[in-house]
């Protein structure tokens, strides 16, 4: 299960990324070397992107993100670099010892977060910088004239990418189980401490 929805999730991330920057500015955007990419002053060309859902639900625009997770820690790649193996080692861990056989929620899980880990990882390491593209909600407005810092006035300004979103899921999942490992040793104890449970005195 783990190295099922691993190897499929990191597939979708990396084709799509692939895809992404082949399509959606109408040419294909070919990036060059990745200490170029890595150089804050490289920028991509212009284009306008593509709308995916009506209501300005979705766009596709292409974006380098040079931080983590929705564009956080601009100018940080070496440091990323290090948690993001950091992260993989830690989750292997957490599969072999505190997982058991039928934990799918659990196996899944943890399969995502590693997807979206190594995907963003592949970029750092081979691209330069993390390449993005989802843009929800573009053109919806903060209300009153409300800014975020930096001075975005959208709702949601940040652009992600597949791995962005196996993290999160992944992450979600996680929450869920353990959740539901809480609910099970707490019906473990209350089915051991009810009564005729309780196992007899050796007076």
Known sequence: MLVGVLAASLVLDLWSKSWAFDHV???????????????????????????????????????????????IGQQQRW??????????????????????DRMTLAHV???????GGLGNLYDRLFVGAVRDFLHMLPRWNLPFGLAWPGGATEVFPWVFNVAD???LVGLGLLYLHSRREEQRQARLKAAVGAPGNVPPSST
């Open 25 to 71: 500015a109408g040419y294909p955007i070919v990036l060059p070397d990745r200490d170029a990419v890595a150089d804050p002053s490289y920028r991509l060309p212009f284009h306008e992107g593509v709308r995916v859902l009506p209501a300005s639900l979705l766009d596709f625009h292409l974006v380098l993100n040079r931080g983590a997770v929705f564009g």
């Open 79 to 100: 440091l990323f670099v290090c948690f993001s193996v950091l992260a993989v080692v830690v989750g292997l861990w957490i599969f072999a010892r505190w997982t058991r």
């Open 109 to 115: 899980g943890i399969a995502l977060v590693l997807a």
């Open 165 to 167: 979103v196996s993290l």
